[in-house]
């Protein structure tokens, strides 16, 4: 049951639901056609491939309630683009970019009056599943696919306005070095256990990873370094994910006048950065989170003064005024449902 938008901000993020869903099948070599239903529980088999092998990616990206009560989606067409390319990493059936646009689209729609104001927003989750029911198919791809589009009306992801206390974990990668680049879920796994005991042993809020000194990414987030002048986070590659707001956000950055900077850094470099430099998480949920201290083999390095900084700020409300409406310019970026 759909939970009224003023609750919305309250609820842990993703963890209210609409009332429906879009849901497509692949079977014997071709996509069936999609509708929107219910949500409702699945039927698996139990020998399902996704439940055996975790052939399984998704997506996440956001609709926003603008002030005259239009609906606008933020960079449909990227997150499109990088889910496609995750099912072919998986092995798994590839949906048309028609299909899956159509299925968020009308998804939306149906789910509208659900769409909390801003700053609220209406998060989206493409999945794909597959559902081969076939234990032996440990060197095979699934024939056979579920995919499905769930929606979760959400407030912020870091439900506090403090900055964030991160550990530097520098001996485990988040995930397999070629593999990073695939928003699915074995990736999250594998750093599950790494940000569970970082909170448990250091009350820290998430991890950034670092093997041998190299900074990455944190288990949900790509990274950044800031400060009047400069951008700076790893270059692209297929260790981390390409996140669409770290695209958004560089290229909001240039135009703001700084200087971005793409280069592989160590911990090293980062720790002499935060003594004057800011430091930040970007994604789709946390949009821009700033980060106020770093743990790093038991002491604890501050951020500046330890609260968030002014050009995190700025970024942030730059690429926010975008998305809801209160800038004039969208980049092309938005799309009205």
Known sequence: MAAQPQTIADAPFGTVFTRKMAVCSFEQQDWGRHEVVAVKDFSLHPGA???????TCFDGLKAYRWADGSVRVFRLDKHIERMRHSTGLLVLPTPPAPLLEAMICEAIDACRDEIPPPPSALYIRPTLIGTD???GAAGTGSHEALLYVLLSPVGDYFRSARALRILIE????RSAPDFGRVKAGA???????HVQRAKREHAVDQVLFCPGGDVQETGASNFLL????????KPLDESFLHGVTRDSLLHLARDLGYEVIERNFTVDELLAWIGTGEAALSGTAAVLAGVGSFVHRGQEHPVRDGTIGPN???????LTDIQTGAAGEDYGWLRVV
């Open 170 to 173: 520098d001996t485990h990668m």
């Open 187 to 193: 990736n999250y796994a594998s750093a599950l256990h």
């Open 133 to 135: 029911a076939n234990i």
């Open 312 to 318: 995190t700020e700025r970024l942030r409300k730059a």
């Open 226 to 233: 800031l400060n009047d002048r400069q951008i700076v986070t």
């Open 49 to 55: 491939h996704v439940l055996h092998y975790s052939s």
